[in-house]
């Protein structure tokens, strides 16, 4: 078998196995920040970050959500590790943008977060400060979750089906559930620039 086979079975294996009721959930909170006027913060490492900044996107002009990613602002990002700590990073960052109840921060990662073995501690100082000031989390991540599924309102754990290729599955399962959310009837507000094409006739 080819391994390009291979990934491909793997990522249907992980879609049947994705329930449907969390991906509801998530849209449903979303839905909350946006009807009471919070932000939402999408915080990601790696690659992840790079989907954050897409997502942004995504949420700010398909469903009309207030979004951010602190990634996005390299300045900032690249001043706060120097200064105070690659630990600390998003939670200050999120101080600073006075993060509050009304608020939803929307974590994509592969593990979560996980203090004890000090992977992506600052996803989970930033999640402990949601909790805090009693902003929604939602939660795209692998694996068991880590923190990020202890703590979350709302989460969808893409399954692991492969232990070799758990990051590659998870942060492009980000990319579909995101995308699962802004086209859902309770969010989308806009239509999407090819969608609002008229199909060609065909002869």
């Known amino acids: 078998m080819s391994y390009s086979i291979q990934h491909l079975q793997e990522t249907a294996a992980i879609l049947a196995k994705i329930d449907p009721a969390d ?26 970050a790079a989907n954050a900044s897409h997502a942004v996107n995504d949420f700010r002009k398909i469903a009309g959500i207030e979004c951010y990613a602190p990634t996005d602002n390299v300045s900032e990002l690249t001043a706060r590790t120097n ?9 200050e960052w999120l101080r600073g943008s006075r993060l509050n109840a009304e608020d939803g921060l929307l974590v994509l990662s592969v593990g979560g977060g996980d203090l004890e073995k000090n992977v992506s501690p600052n996803l989970v100082l930033a999640l402990q400060l949601a ?73």
């Open 23 to 48: 991906c509801e959930k998530c849209v449903a909170e979303l839905r909350g920040v946006r009807d009471r006027g919070g932000r939402l913060f999408i915080l990601g490492v790696g690659g992840s």
């Open 83 to 91: 200064d105070e700590g690659w630990t600390s990073v998003f939670s």
């Open 131 to 203: 909790k805090q000031v009693g902003a929604r989390i939602i939660g795209l991540v692998g694996r068991d979750g880590g923190f990020t599924a202890k703590v979350a309102n709302a989460c969808v754990i893409v399954p692991t089906i492969s232990p070799d290729n758990v990051t590659p599955h998870t942060e492009a399962f980000q990319a579909v559930l995101w995308h699962l959310f802004v086209s859902h009837p309770d969010l989308k507000l806009n239509r999407t620039k090819w969608e609002s094409f008229s199909p060609v006739a065909k002869s």
